[in-house]
């Protein structure tokens, strides 16, 4: 899978909110959106993996987990592939755009290397995201060689931040990042490893790890917060055993149903996740957070995809082999490219279509306790 995609993420972008009504499917984008209109964020900042990358990972010289080729951004403006593992916007560009920006943050790597607008462009926000990456610092390494894992992202952001206190003072950047949203999307590499380097392991031991990434998790998170962020918009983990992917690798038996390990694993560390941020929400004065349950969402999608306008959603859009799963999206491959985008899930073996991720950005930014708790997006940064 060199050059292509890294193990990552079903689709953390997947979570959909749907109304269905007879045969009929209303997205809700916001709740009386006619009359409210959340604010705008000071500045966003994006950390995670390739769900949310916006091109991290072509500013690193030894990274395999990469998408700055063709067919990636095929509908994206002029063709253009920029590092998103998409055909076009993913989840983060949407996410940015719903709250009134014209384009994503840039990303760290990209600002740091144009020092000419570095300090305009960290107003505004910044994209740490890096394709392969987990929330353990090693987790994507031996697959792909160089990513930024979420540690070291955090680390990054600390730069940033003291560029920022530099250039507008102490108090006001704190009062910055107190009205700023700090997006987070990451977990399901770190599950997709578990899986694929210890095969054989047992209960105790699966137990013990999840454990381990809940407190790293856990650790990370008390870091941003100390460095100021206090708004959290945690994407969960989505059912990982459901995509091309894994639905054709070695722990499949039937390519037309999900594998159930990877999917256990997903929900499990979804209840970790919950537990931790119920916790530290309790501990840490003014921390608030919007949890989206991509995992239910994306199982909603999956149990009646045509009432989501999709008619596909086992086969990725874009690579080769059975479900189009088995070899990346990569030029020098010779992939299929599916005609007909905005019909199909999943884009590549693991990541979502422009027209999903849309989607799960409208149920993120606007969505109902089902899927997003205990708040929304929208509201979390409506918050005083």
């Known amino acids: 899978m060199a050059k292509a995609a890294d193990l990552l993420l079903c689709v953390s972008s997947f979570s959909f909110l749907v109304i269905f009504h007879t045969s009929l499917v209303v997205l809700v984008a916001v709740t009386n959106a006619d009359d409210q209109v959340a604010p705008k964020p000071a500045a966003i900042f994006i950390f ?10 072509q500013w690193l010289n030894n990274s395999h987990s990469r998408a700055d080729f063709f067919p990636n951004g095929v509908d994206f403006p002029y063709s253009v592939p920029t590092g ?34 570095f300090k305009r462009d960290i107003l505004q926000g910044v994209n740490f995201a890096s394709g392969g990456s987990g929330i353990f610092n090693q987790t994507g390494k031996k697959d792909y060689g160089e990513v930024v894992g979420l540690g070291d992202q955090v680390k990054q952001f600390a730069t940033v931040r003291g560029n920022i206190t530099e250039l507008i003072g102490l108090g006001a950047t704190e009062i910055m990042f107190s009205k700023s949203l700090f997006v987070i999307s ?61 639905r054709v690798g070695p722990k499949s038996n039937d390519s037309s149903v999900c594998v159930e390990e990877l999917n256990n694993l997903a929900l499990t560390f979804l209840a970790k996740t919950e537990d931790l941020l119920q916790k530290l929400s309790s501990e840490l004065k003014g921390l608030m957070y919007s949890l989206g349950n991509a995992y239910e969402m994306t199982m ?28 990346p999206c990569f030029f020098l491959l010779g992939p299929n490219l599916c005609p007909n985008r905005r019909e199909v899930l999943f884009w590549d073996l693991y990541h979502p279509t422009e027209y999903a991720s849309e989607l799960a950005a409208l149920t993120l930014y606007g969505g109902g306790t089902r899927y997003v708790t205990p708040i929304n997006f929208s509201q979390l940064v409506a918050i005083k």
């Open 48 to 57: 995670g993996d390739s769900t949310v990358d916006v091109g991290t990972n």
């Open 84 to 117: 998103r593992f998409s055909n076009g916007l993913n989840s983060a560009d949407q996410i940015v755009r719903l709250f009134g920006y014209k384009r994503s943050p840039q990303p760290f790597l990209y600002s740091l290397n144009h020092q000419s607008t």
């Open 186 to 246: 990451i977990g399901s590499n770190d599950l997709f490893e578990l899986v694929k380097w210890y095969p054989n392991i047992t209960s105790l031991a699966k137990d013990e790890y999840l454990e381990t990434l809940k407190l790293n998790y856990s650790n990370h998170l008390k870091d941003l917060y100390n460095l100021g962020a206090r708004k959290f918009g945690i994407i969960s983990v989505p059912p990982i055993g459901c995509c091309p992917a894994a």
């Open 300 to 327: 909603s999608i999956l149990e009646d995809p045509l009432a989501f306008g999709f008619k596909d959603t086992q086969s990725a859009c874009c690579g080769s082999g059975k479900l189009n799963g088995v070899f």
